[in-house]
């Protein structure tokens, strides 16, 4: 290494063969290590002005680890605990805190298929994610500040559950769900308790009407307006009245009676009272019964005249 040397005003320069001219253990303040030898392998330490010192490797996988005050080598500690057998994931689920896990979760949250539970839980902050194998589905539950357990499951919902604009969000059982597409153009959605999801779509015009065979009090029958499409009367005991709708009827509705019996009856119709019925310039309202025969009396409410107006007929049967 370059050496300065003074010899009575001149100035000589030359080199230091540190084999040769230095003896001992170069110190730390003189930019040595204050060692004169190293373990094989292991990591050095500062020590202030003395020796440094260090950290041999220790037992294969070991990490070096702080304690906040020196390093040592120890073995690695896992991160999260690792769930490897079968989990049942119930409300009453819980873990310890600060720690993660992940698993394959058996019949949990009501699902009878398998599930992978995954989730965390910091200090007072956690969620659990459970998604079910066979159907994809996804749940979530959280603890959140001063809990003392974890919330109830809730369905979590994604972009991908969704494949189709004006797609519905069906419900086909207990804690499961599904899509539901947009029907054709000017269809509308009814129950219908045959399908998986408890609804299907159907043209306007194929909407099922509502039948209703009506029951009589003492001699009178009254349907009700906010159920009934077709009223059927079938073999009254005397002579009978139709009464006022019950139910509220919106203008345009339409009301059908079907009635039949083995002999010739008088009928009486409701005709002063608001919602009652009345009859047309083409079609009278039926008064009587026709033996063996069933006759038709078709109405629509009018709004404005605050009746179930008579349009047709059939007085003589079939």
């Not at 020590?47 to 010192?53: D, N, P, S, V």
């Amino acid at each position: 290494m370059p050496r300065t040397e003074i010899r009575g005003g001149q100035i000589l320069d030359a080199s230091v063969a540190l084999g040769a001219d230095v003896s001992g253990t170069l110190l730390v303040a003189n930019g040595g290590t204050g060692s004169s030898t190293l373990a094989n392998g292991a990591v050095l330490l500062g020590a202030g002005t003395g020796a440094l010192g260090n950290v041999a490797p220790g037992t294969n996988g070991n990490v070096l680890t702080s304690n906040g005050t020196a390093w040592t080598s120890a073995a690695a500690t896992a991160p999260s605990t690792e769930i490897t057998s079968p989990l049942h994931a119930t409300g009453s689920t819980s873990y310890a805190d600060n720690s993660s896990y992940w698993g394959q979760a058996t019949t949990a949250n009501g699902w009878s298929t398998n599930g992978f539970l995954s989730g965390f839980r910091k200090g007072t902050v956690g969620v659990q994610r459970l998604q079910s194998d066979s159907t994809g589905q996804t749940q979530v539950r959280y603890w959140i500040n001063g809990s003392t357990a974890w919330s109830s499951w809730v369905v979590y919902l994604d972009a991908a559950d969704f494949t189709a604009k004006g797609s519905l969000l069906t419900s086909t059982a207990s804690n499961a769900f599904a899509e539901l597409t947009a029907g054709a153009n000017n269809s509308v959605l009814v129950a219908d308790n045959g399908q998986a999801s408890g609804l299907k779509w159907l043209a306007c015009w194929a909407i099922p009407k509502r039948v209703v065979t009506l029951t009589v009090a003492g001699s009178t029958y009254t349907p009700n307006a906010g159920s009934t499409d077709r009223a059927l009367i079938t073999n009254p005991a005397t002579a009978f009245t139709i009464a006022t709708p019950s139910g509220t009827a919106v203008d345009g509705q339409q009301l059908v009676f079907r009635i039949k019996h083995t002999a010739a009856l008088a009928i009486t119709w409701t005709t002063g009272a608001a919602g009652a019925y009345l009859a047309s310039g083409v079609a009278g309202l039926p008064t009587t019964t026709v033996a063996n025969k069933t006759i038709t009396a078709a109405f629509e409410y009018d709004t404005t005249q605050a009746r179930f107006v008579c349009l047709a007929t059939d007085i003589i049967g079939y």
